[in-house]
Nanobody, 115 residues
Framework: QVQLVESGGGLVQPGGSLRLSCAPS????????MNWYRQAPGKERELVAT???????VYAVYVKGRFTISRDNAKNTVYLQMNSLKPEDTAVYYC?????????WGQGTQVTVSS
């Protein structure tokens, strides 16, 4: 069973930055894509950013230009750098990984943007 361990959430003021990390139990290169999702209270889970095994990235329109997804193959870790954070970015952020055998989720990490 694949496990995804997330870290880096917390409380930040509007305009601030946070970096989330996701370390899978298997090689990140074994996944077709790794994604970050988020879910705010009372809302559905939504896709934030994707990085494919080939290194291509895709962003939701509401984070484009502010968030950056990247990976460090040597550290076997995927990151989500979040800049210019807004109160509406407050949510639980989930790491997700997909391969031909399944779809896997992390436990989530809380991000709160508030003054």
């Amino acid at each position: 069973q694949v496990q995804l361990v997330e870290s880096g959430g917390g409380l930040v003021q509007p305009g601030g930055s946070l970096r989330l990390s996701c370390a899978p139990s298997g090689s990140i290169l074994s996944f077709n894509a790794m994604n970050w999702y988020r879910q705010a209270p009372g809302k559905e889970r939504e896709l934030v950013a994707t990085i494919t095994s080939g290194g291509s990235t895709v962003y939701a329109v509401y984070v484009k230009g502010r968030f950056t997804i990247s990976r460090d193959n040597a550290k076997n870790t995927v990151y989500l750098q979040m800049n210019s954070l807004k109160p509406e970015d407050t949510a639980v952020y989930y790491c997700n990984a997909r391969n031909i055998w399944g779809c896997y989720w992390g436990q989530g990490t809380q991000v709160t943007v508030s003054s």
